[in-house]
């Protein structure tokens, strides 16, 4: 029986997978396509967690899709807000015959000879082997292992218990307030202290806008705005680091009880934006703190007792229910066992181009957001390139594409990231080089000049027809 083919295989039914669907529907409506989940539902991240309080910790005008305005007066907005607003652009877009539940891509391989990969999925609901293949493969399925994520029990009442909660970051501030609503006491447990700002849950710009002006073109004047906001504030961070601790640390003062011990419990050892900010919506943490609902802990967890936590100092933290929100295990590429000809695709030792694809593996492009603002801002310029570069080798009479890095180039980890679960993986991912293309980029308007505009191709990107492709080089 011959396998179904393809002309693009996204892989992931979540916010970057749905986008790239959508834009690839769009701008090349004569491509067949599919959308390969794992899991039962769309949405990724947003259905796939279910802890108490879980937000969005960028604002969702740059979260969201430049193509579709988010409608909410909040800005900063809860999973459930997000999830509706994922499954509209689905549903708006005619998206959902295109989307195959408990389908999850086990391995792929590319051959030459044919110009297609050939791809193994597993079905999670039947257990069966489905063979399939097809010219690319767009790999939109996170940045974190699913198999391994944070996981909250469905019946957990912690309501009139004390509840510690192990980590610092956006999950932790996340959690604590959250559960400090119901909760008899709730401490936040951390190791090293991270940089939290509390912001407004209401763009006030935004809802005016709104009031005055067409709903795209206030969507558009606003997502300026912000990502205007979000780079001055990165870059400022970036040059001037103990004024912005200052200017951080005042911030915090401000919010906390008189005498509280800010610096102790929130000044890191780094400079702002070696780690994510973390944002807190309308400073909801410290305002759980100020209520005697929440508090603070720095110290190193040794082991679990009977009666809690032990911390390295012997100190013992009371507790009913422990959870830990010490950050996820990342992969790349969903995990997927890749192979050209047969020949096993070592990530690590792949270079990234342009920011969404190996160098040496053919017709593969991944979604890799940012790190220092909203992810989708990335992620929307990358289906732009990739259905750009669909048009030009369909213009130029080819049906592949590989990057071909030179292997005396300098290169370094992926993520410029101090994050404790960044530094954990970084040998598992692939390298970036010194400068564009090979740089992973950060900068929205670097981006914009790379992706959006400028020449699709250049030294560095090979073309060819499947007669006559050869894909030596990594």
Not at 239 to 247: E, I, N, V, W
């Amino acid at each position: 029986m011959t396998a179904e083919h393809l002309d693009v295989l996204i892989v992931g039914a979540g916010i970057s997978g749905i986008g790239a669907a959508r834009y690839l529907r769009e701008r090349h409506p004569g491509k067949t396509f599919a959308i390969l989940e794992g899991r039962a539902a769309s949405g990724g991240t947003w259905d796939l967690f279910r802890y108490p309080g879980i937000r969005s910790d960028s604002d969702l005008h740059t979260f969201g899709y430049e193509f579709k305005p988010w409608r909410d007066e909040e800005s900063i907005a809860g999973a459930d807000r997000i999830l509706a607003y994922l499954r509209g652009t689905v549903t708006e877009n005619g998206l959902e015959p295109h989307i195959r539940f408990h389908h999850r891509v086990v391995r792929a391989d590319w051959s030459s000879a044919d110009g297609r990969w050939r791809v193994e999925v597993l079905r999670g609901d039947t257990g069966e082997t489905v063979a399939l293949t097809a010219n690319w493969i767009f790999c939109a399925s996170g940045y974190y292992r699913y198999d391994d994520p944070q996981h909250w029990p469905a019946d957990l009442d912690t309501t009139g218990k004390r509840v510690v909660v192990i980590g610092s970051g956006a999950t932790a501030v996340t959690l604590v307030p959250a559960l400090a609503k119901s909760a008899a006491h709730v401490t936040m447990l951390q190791r090293t202290p991270s940089y939290v700002l509390p912001l407004p849950s209401k763009d006030g710009v935004a809802n005016l806008l709104r009031r005055l002006l067409p709903e795209e073109r206030a969507y558009a004047l606003t997502r300026r705005k912000n990502i205007a906001q979000q780079r001055l504030i990165w870059r400022f961070c970036r040059r001037f680091p103990q004024t912005a601790r200052k200017l951080i640390r005042w911030t915090n003062r401000r919010s906390l009880p008189e005498g509280f011990p800010v610096d102790e419990h929130f000044n890191p050892p780094y400079d702002p934006w070696d780690q994510r900010l973390c944002v807190v919506p309308n400073g909801d943490l410290f305002k759980a703190i100020r209520a005697g609902k929440a508090s603070v802990v720095t110290a190193r967890t040794t082991r679990f007792t009977p009666d809690g936590v032990e911390t390295a100092s012997g100190e013992v933290v009371e507790a009913d229910v422990i959870v830990t929100a010490t950050g996820l295990n990342l992969l790349v590429a969903g995990g997927i066992e890749l192979s050209v000809d047969g020949r096993p695709v070592s990530v690590p030792d792949t270079v990234v181009y342009r920011g969404m694809m190996l160098s040496g593996v053919p017709n593969f492009a991944l979604a890799i957001g940012y790190t220092n603002s909203s992810w989708t801002l990335k992620i929307g310029l990358l289906c732009e390139y990739f259905c750009r570069l669909l048009a030009h080798l369909d213009a130029t009479g080819n049906d592949t594409a590989w990057a071909v890095a030179d292997p005396d180039m300098p290169t370094r980890p992926l993520l410029d990231f101090g994050a404790g679960y960044v530094r954990r993986s970084l040998a598992d991912l692939p390298k970036q080089g010194p400068a564009a293309p090979w740089v992973m980029s950060m900068s929205y308007a670097e981006d914009v000049g790379l992706l959006r505009g400028g020449e699709v191709g250049d030294e560095h990107l090979r073309l060819a027809s499947s007669k006559a492709t050869t894909t030596t080089g990594a």
